[in-house]
């Protein structure tokens, strides 16, 4: 059978030189970087230069790269800030975040900080308008997504974090902190430029090992959980090398090939809309940005097939070799255990019909999917969209 992955949102297929030099760097800079004895100090050089090597590809400074198991884990450690504040004042995030960023949000309201949403317009995006309206006095954290994982829009992160700040100017700021997990590889990332004061990355979103992350700081914060003091006491415990030097080396080979990754990817998503768009009823969420938008990230195509369910279409294109899927695959995971919500949040909050939502699936490509791989799902999705259809009446 044929295997077609096209769920690169998710997670991506790990790059083999990246899990090859893994595993030479585990063998051979075995030492803790915190020993003083030469392995350790051969493995704390080591350390030292895959964060230069990092930093100067986000155009940040060595220091203000900190490493962690993942996108989560950076997200976590800049909201742990709020317990050693001594006023709880109030939190501020898009209404379409990851759950990493909603889920923890929520669970600080339970801890009685109030919690405010910043909507997004039909097209998905947030306005700086939008989050100036959310903006109170007490906003002591806000978190904007960069790059949605679901709907693949592209937040203005910058003119955001400028309004805010303007209009606490005179006064202490706050700290703004962008989800930039999914933004990793597909947009050109200049932290200098973003003007946040944090941001989280993942590796395995990337082709990196998983469980490796990166948490950016733009300052030093104080952390709240205590250890050795590795990474400045921000992240204790015996840094992951491997998959730090791993990271470093994908990044260094994904990254200087963005702009051609995109474009390929431009091509490929434009191909897919077209190929799709004869199908009767077809939806691409959200509508008013379908196309050749800039807004867009062109690697991430959010569809829906009304009356189709989209779990149902995910299984049969599954059992036909394609892997694609109905959303964000924390969602997924969160949602076990507890009961399922009907609608997708963030389609919701897009404003997306209950049908139209559970219809959908989100199809993502990345730099190794191949035209011919395209061609090929294209003609299985209408066919089997088609027979399902009329099974449907």
């Not at 997924?332 to 019909?353: M, P, Q, T, Y």
């Amino acid at each position: 059978m044929i295997s077609t992955y096209l769920d690169w949102a998710a997670t991506a297929p790990p790059d083999p030189e990246a899990l090859d030099y893994a595993r030479q760097v585990a063998l051979e800079y075995y030492g803790n970087p915190s020993s003083l004895h030469f392995a350790g100090k051969k493995a704390d050089e080591l350390l030292a230069e895959s964060r230069e090597r990092i930093a100067k590809l986000l155009n940040c400074r060595p220091e203000q790269i900190y490493f962690t198991s993942g996108g989560s884990e950076s997200t976590s450690i800049v909201f742990s800030q709020l317990f050693l504040k001594l006023r709880k004042g109030s939190i501020l995030i898009g209404a379409t975040e990851h759950p990493s960023v909603w889920e923890t949000a929520r669970l600080y309201t339970e801890l009685g900080y109030p919690l405010h949403e910043a909507k997004p317009e039909k097209d998905g995006r947030i306005t700086p308008a939008a989050a100036l309206h959310a903006f109170t006095s007490e906003t002591e954290l806000v978190s904007i997504m960069l790059l949605n994982n679901e709907t693949g829009i592209v937040q203005d992160v910058k003119s955001i974090a400028v309004a805010l700040r303007e209009a606490r100017r005179g006064k202490k700021p706050p700290h703004i902190h962008t989800d930039a997990v999914q933004a990793l590889g597909k947009e050109k990332i200049d932290l200098e430029d973003l003007g946040v004061d944090s941001a989280s990355f993942s590796g395995h979103k990337i082709g990196a090992p998983r469980g490796i992350g990166i948490l950016y700081l733009r300052r030093p914060i104080q952390g709240l959980f205590k250890g050795g003091g590795q990474e400045k006491g921000v992240r204790p415990g015996t840094e992951n090398l491997p998959g730090i030097a791993a990271l470093a080396r994908v990044m260094e080979k994904r990254l200087p090939l963005l702009e051609e990754h995109r474009e390929q990817a431009r091509r490929q998503k434009a191909r897919i809309m077209e190929g799709l768009s004869g199908i009767p009823g077809a939806l691409f969420i959200p509508e008013q940005t379908a196309g050749k938008d800039s807004h867009v990230s062109p690697f991430i195509l959010k569809c829906s097939f009304p009356p189709v369910p989209g779990e149902v279409l995910q299984r049969i294109l599954s059992d036909r070799g394609y892997a694609v899927s109905t959303g964000s695959a924390c969602s997924s995971s969160a949602d076990r255990g507890r009961k399922k919500e009907k609608i997708n949040r963030v389609l919701k909050v897009l404003g997306v019909s209950p049908q139209a939502a559970e219809s959908s699936i989100r199809i993502s490509l990345g730099p190794a999917t191949r035209d011919e791989e395209i061609e090929a799902f294209i003609e299985t999705a209408v066919r089997e969209i088609g027979t399902v259809k009329e099974q449907l009446g």
